[in-house]
């Protein structure tokens, strides 16, 4: 039975294109949400304007049509939703929650752990930073894949930047706000924002809003060791091997396509993950080396 009631989402940042780790990413998130009936939503965490590539948005969802994705709704951006962001942080400095902080790069060089100068300082909006108090308490969830993840806020991350000195919103900040904003009640994504999880956990209960099911899908290794992603280049996907590539992100995930699928589009390609599609199945290792999916 359809459960009409699953939201999930892709949420690309536009620093540059899609390339095969966001491509497994992307097709974990649309056979789970197509799989059981669900929505599958497409957001662009534009949060960024000095990192965006000219044309990367644009890029990005003409390769998820290329490649036989169809999402519901309309595409928002986070660049659209400054207001909400800043209504939200303006609520927290009123309750002393949020406050300003003017330590520099420099002077927290090295420090893994911000240990919290500024705290009580009451120090002015303006050039400044503004963190969110955490509490000495440890939180937990329970990935579909990862298992159990515990983090203690106050000993393994400390107060974070909600916005940034130069007026940009943080990404932890709006992410939170804008999956409860539109209804994501399964969050797919990759094992690289697992670390990220306690700390929206934590803002989802200052908003008082419903936690959503996590699902860490390992990440891509390339064989010089980096994770595949924007910041080494990785080669973005070509337009016309969207069904070879749709299929070896099956393989990735642990789904075992048929020979037959080889010759099939794209559209074909994901309804057969739709109809097989087993979350059981995805690897819990946090990476596959690239060349292991050959």
Known sequence: MAESHYVGRFAPTPSGYLHFGSLVAAVASYLDARAVGGRWLVRMEDLDPPREVPGAQAAILDTLERYGFEWDGPVERQSERSEAYMAVIEQWLRSGLAYACTCSRKQLDGLHIYPGTCRNAVHPLEDAALRIRVPELEYAFIDRVQGEFRQHL??????????????????????????????VTDIV????????????????ELLGVTQPRYLHV????????????????????????????????????GQ???????????????????????????????????????
Do not use: C, N
Request: net charge neutral; aromatic share 6%; charged share 20%.
């Open 189 to 204: 994504r990759g094992a690289d924002l697992l670390d990220s999880t306690p700390r929206q956990l934590y803002l989802q």
């Open 218 to 253: 390992p990440l891509i290794i390339q064989p010089d060791g980096h994770k595949l992603g924007k910041s080494y280049r990785s080669p973005p996907l070509p337009p016309d091997h969207a069904a070879p590539l749709l299929i070896r992100a099956l393989h990735a995930l």
């Open 256 to 294: 075992q396509p048929p020979g037959e699928l080889a010759g099939a589009m794209p559209r074909e390609v994901l309804a057969w993950g739709i109809g097989s599609w087993d979350a059981t199945r995805i690897p819990r290792v946090h990476s596959i080396p690239e060349a292991q999916l050959e």
């Open 154 to 183: 106050g000993r393994e991350v400390g107060d974070f930047i909600i916005r940034r000195r130069d007026g940009l919103y943080a990404y932890q900040l709006a992410v939170v706000i804008d999956d409860a904003w539109q209804g």
